[in-house]
T-cell receptor, first 115, second 112 residues
Framework: NAGVTQTPKFRVLKTGQSMTLLCAQDMNHEYMYWYRQDPGMGLRLIHYSVGEGTTAKGEVPDGYNVSRLKKQNFLLGLESAAPSQTSVYFC??????????????FGPGTRLTVL | DAKTTQPNSMESNEEEPVHLPCNHSTISGTDYIHWYRQLPSQGPEYVIHGLTSNVNNRMASLAIAEDRKSSTLILHRATLRDAAVYYCILSGYGGSQGNLIFGKGTKLSVKP
């Protein structure tokens, strides 16, 4: 199993450009999450999904959109990138059985720089 | 979700035990205590969790105070690979859709 994978690993954008980050998991997990991590800080939840076709806002959703069209994929979109969105983005997944004690599996991260 | 307090950093020598403390004085009766760690340039990884009783797994042990207001993650023999940021996180039983609230954690340095 590959676990949780993220594409791309690195990206540099100019202010105002758009892009989509892809997260894929092969563990048949119901729950998927997008977090961001700024330097020296813990992770903050952007959006999450409790199943195919559903999404919900997390702690810092502004400036981002998400979609969960397939169970195994969770997409994070930036419609008009801003320098404040420079961060490392982590995707995670979990299933109902292990959710009760919140074991999440994380991807390797995408390092995004917005100039 | 209840808040946790951890030291910013700790140092350890290789092959010695490490005790990482966490205070959570406002923990509720249904909050689980979770520990995750984040190795440099990687995503966080689950370490251990517990509710009331002490727990052991292949990675670490979790000692929970009787009043549950504090806990300690124990690495029995630190290795260089254990150098990471360790996060102590509380979350309700199946609540908050599984959202984890990360603080700044404790940065553990391991000296050879």
């Amino acid at each position: 199993n590959a676990g949780v994978t993220q594409t791309p690993k690195f990206r540099v954008l100019k202010t105002g450009q758009s892009m989509t980050l892809l997260c894929a998991q092969d563990m048949n997990h119901e729950y998927m999450y997008w977090y961001r991590q700024d330097p020296g800080m813990g992770l903050r939840l952007i959006h999450y999904s409790v199943g195919e076709g559903t999404t919900a806002k997390g702690e810092v959703p502004d400036g981002y959109n998400v979609s969960r069209l397939k169970k195994q994929n969770f997409l994070l979109g930036l419609e008009s990138a801003a320098p404040s969105q420079t961060s490392v983005y982590f995707c995670a997944s979990s299933n109902l059985a292990i959710l009760l004690y919140n074991e999440q599996f994380f991807g390797p991260g995408t390092r995004l720089t917005v100039l | 979700d209840a808040k946790t307090t951890q030291p910013n950093s700790m140092e350890s020598n290789e092959e010695e035990p490490v005790h990482l403390p966490c205070n959570h004085s406002t923990i509720s009766g249904t909050d689980y205590i979770h520990w995750y760690r984040q190795l440099p340039s990687q995503g966080p990884e689950y370490v251990i969790h517990g509710l009331t009783s002490n727990v052991n797994n292949r990675m670490a042990s979790l000692a929970i105070a009787e009043d549950r207001k504090s806990s300690t993650l124990i690495l029995h023999r630190a290795t260089l690979r254990d150098a990471a940021v360790y996060y102590c996180i509380l979350s309700g039983y199946g609540g908050s859709q599984g959202n984890l609230i990360f603080g700044k954690g404790t940065k553990l340095s391991v000296k050879p």
